[in-house]
T-cell receptor
Framework: DAGVTQSPTHLIKTRGQQVTLRCSPK?????VSWYQQALGQGPQFIFQ???????QRGNFPDRFSGHQFPNYSSELNVNALLLGDSALYLC???????????????FGPGTRLTVL | AQKITQTQPGMFVQEKEAVTLDCTYD???????LFWYKQPSSGEMIFLIY??????QNATEGRYSLNFQKARKSANLVISASQLGDSAMYFC????????????????FGKGTKLSVKP
């Protein structure tokens, strides 16, 4: 059973460029969340996708956008990159249990983005 | 506003001993969930244990247990019989029990505790 996968693992961009990060959820999961983790900090929630729609959004500017595809995979796009966007970007997938209970989020290995 | 506080930036423990990592939280919701994740240097966040606010018993998962004190708003992680492979960052996280059309909402993370296990 494959876990959450992300690509690429590392990425180097320059200020002003645009970047797309990709995530494939754990088998059977239908919800994808994206987090940004700056060095020495805990992850910060960017947004969450469910049924191909953005369901929740954290305190991030519109430069951050995303998409979820019919197969539940997801992309995170960041436009007009800033130096401060350098971080580890984590994708997490989950599934709300039909019988109730919590939908634990399982994380991928992350994409480390460096903006020069 | 929701908040997670982890007051221990770093902790040392001798191999085979037990260690407690502290976590306090702040929320006005009655329904919420508390999670602990482990993050090795590779970067992946590994789910360890979950405690729901209405759960009457403390959660346990193998060598991990969660010391849940609701009145004090604390959810400390206890790792028994520490192993060298337990050396990592540990994050406490909380989610309020909102339902966003199928999803149960995002996680709020603390700043983490770096655990180092000494041989």
């Amino acid at each position: 059973d494959a876990g959450v996968t992300q690509s690429p693992t590392h990425l180097i961009k320059t200020r002003g460029q645009q970047v797309t990060l990709r995530c494939s959820p754990k088998s059977g999961h239908d919800t994808v969340s994206w987090y940004q983790q700056a060095l020495g900090q805990g992850p910060q929630f960017i947004f969450q996708y469910y049924e191909e729609e953005e369901r929740q959004r954290g305190n991030f500017p519109d430069r951050f956008s995303g998409h979820q595809f019919p197969n539940y995979s997801s992309e995170l796009n960041v436009n007009a990159l800033l130096l401060g966007d350098s971080a580890l970007y984590l994708c997490a997938s989950s599934l709300v249990p039909s019988g109730g209970g919590t939908d634990t989020q399982y994380f991928g290995p992350g994409t480390r983005l460096t903006v020069l | 506003a929701q908040k997670i506080t982890q007051t221990q930036p770093g902790m040392f423990v001798q191999e085979k001993e037990a260690v407690t990592l502290d976590c306090t939280y702040d929320t006005s919701d009655q329904s919420y969930g508390l999670f602990w994740y482990k993050q090795p240097s590779s970067g992946e966040m590994i789910f360890l244990i979950y405690q729901g606010s209405y759960d009457e018993q403390n959660a346990t998962e193998g060598r991990y247990s969660l010391n849940f004190q609701k009145a004090r708003k604390s959810a400390n992680l206890v790792i028994s019989a520490s192993q060298l492979g337990d050396s990592a960052m540990y994050f406490c996280a909380m989610r309020e029990g909102s339902n966003y059309g199928g999803s149960q909402g995002n996680l709020i993370f603390g700043k983490g505790t770096k655990l180092s296990v000494k041989p």
